[in-house]
């Protein structure tokens, strides 16, 4: 069993970053590929990014490179950092955890989750 809280979700203006933690419960963090999804009002649960176990990493087209994601599997924690932000990346953003890196794209791969971190970008 893996629990996952989310933080450092906020209000920021477009423009501004981020950081987002997701830190993780139990001993096994390390073999888990991790990634962040985000759901907006009305929308789907999206894709944002992953990070496999041993560092692969893997972006959705709309980061365009804005977004870093990274994993500190000492701490058992994984990090979103989110730079230029926009009004359209309004959204909770929620933290999973997979046993295979094949489903990273998708919600129904993820295995963990955590509650989510809200998000807002003003314009």
């Known amino acids: 069993q893996v629990q996952l809280v989310e933080s450092g979700g906020g209000l920021v203006q477009a423009g501004g970053s981020l950081r987002l933690s997701c830190a993780a419960s139990?001993?096994?963090?390390?073999?888990?590929?991790m990634s962040w999804f985000r759901q907006a009002p009305g929308k789907e649960r999206e894709f944002v990014s992953a990070i496999t176990s041993s560092g692969v990493t893997r972006y959705a087209a709309f980061v365009k490179g804005r977004f870093t994601i990274s994993r500190d599997n000492a701490e058992n924690t994984q990090y979103l950092q989110m730079n230029t932000l926009k009004p359209e990346d309004t959204a909770v953003y929620y933290c999973?955890?997979?046993?295979?890196?094949?489903?990273?794209?998708?919600?129904?791969?993820?295995?963990?989750w955590g509650p989510g971190t809200q998000v807002t970008v003003s314009s």
């Open positions: 999973a955890a997979h046993r295979s890196a094949f489903g990273v794209r998708t919600p129904k791969g993820a295995d963990y």
């Open positions: 139990g001993r096994t963090f390390s073999i888990y590929a």
